[in-house]
């Protein structure tokens, strides 16, 4: 009965439950609403290789999502990123799924800042999957461009291509993973307030757009409000500073199918 129920998820929306090509990584960026574009934190190594180039130390993310609260489709993410004289350098690892369908991707982002205010990046990913014991394993490569530019202190825009070869699955229908187009704005509307939005375009799906507000309440505490337009979901999130130790708590909720808890850890080497 349970796999059932799982099967059925997969059908009624393969790419919104356990995408091929997910758009965001990050418990800040799902407190957000998967906001994510012009956040130039460790896990932009996925999200906007453009916004990665803006990266600065060296810094590693843990995030673990249990999606509508069933282990089976849980997800676990791994982000690394370093910053060098040559520019910036990152990789991330995000598994998905259970025995009857698992999805893996492997990927690694060079970026680079081209004066103060650009930033410019790409990524190349493996993906495998495998979906049962009749249909067996695929694989397949894709690659991301992105890009970033901060027109001032308070205004910055970011822009990115996912998979942007359009990578097959299989001859079968010419089944591809999901191309993505996403464009981003962030705005500072004061010290303690950053409104940001993302305008997310599916090749075969409506216009998503995402918002988020994040408001910096003191040192160590941040809270974080957002919301989508398809399909239709309202986050909430906070995220607690301890030196070089970030801790991002966030909940996103969809009104057919539940909530999807996630936690996040991040630790600054410098």
Do not use: C
């Amino acid at each position: 009965m349970k796999h059932g129920f799982l099967f059925f998820l997969l059908n009624f929306n393969l790419f919104f439950v356990a995408g091929q090509v997910s758009s965001q990584i990050g418990a800040r960026q799902v407190g957000l609403g998967n906001v994510g574009a012009t956040l130039s934190d460790v896990v932009a190594v996925k999200n906007n290789p453009g916004a990665f180039g803006f990266f600065e130390g060296t810094a590693v993310n843990l995030q673990y999502a249990n999606r509508f609260l069933l282990n089976e489709l849980a997800t676990q993410n791994i982000s690394f990123g370093h910053q060098t004289e040559a520019g910036n350098v990152g990789v991330f690892i995000q598994q998905s799924g259970f025995q009857l369908f698992r999805q893996i991707q492997i990927g690694g982002t060079y970026a680079m800042q081209l004066s103060n205010r650009i930033g410019m990046g790409v990524n190349l990913n493996y993906h495998s999957t495998r979906f049962g014991d009749i249909y067996g394993k695929t694989q397949n490569v894709s690659a991301s461009v992105g890009v970033n530019y901060k027109l001032n202190k308070k205004v910055q825009f970011g822009a990115s291509v996912l998979n942007i070869n359009r990578a097959k699955i299989s001859d079968f229908q010419n089944e591809r993973l999901p191309t993505l187009f996403i464009l981003g704005g962030q705005f500072q509307l004061s010290n303690q307030i950053i409104w940001l939005i993302d305008l997310e375009k599916d090749l075969s799906q409506k216009l998503n757009i995402k918002s988020g507000l994040e408001i910096n309440a003191n040192a160590v505490f941040d809270i974080r409000f957002g919301i989508n337009t398809y399909p239709f979901q309202s986050a909430f999130g906070v995220g607690i500073n301890l030196n070089k130790f970030t801790i991002d708590i966030a909940s996103v909720w969809h009104a057919q199918i539940g909530l999807t808890p996630t936690i996040g850890l991040t630790y600054a080497f410098k």
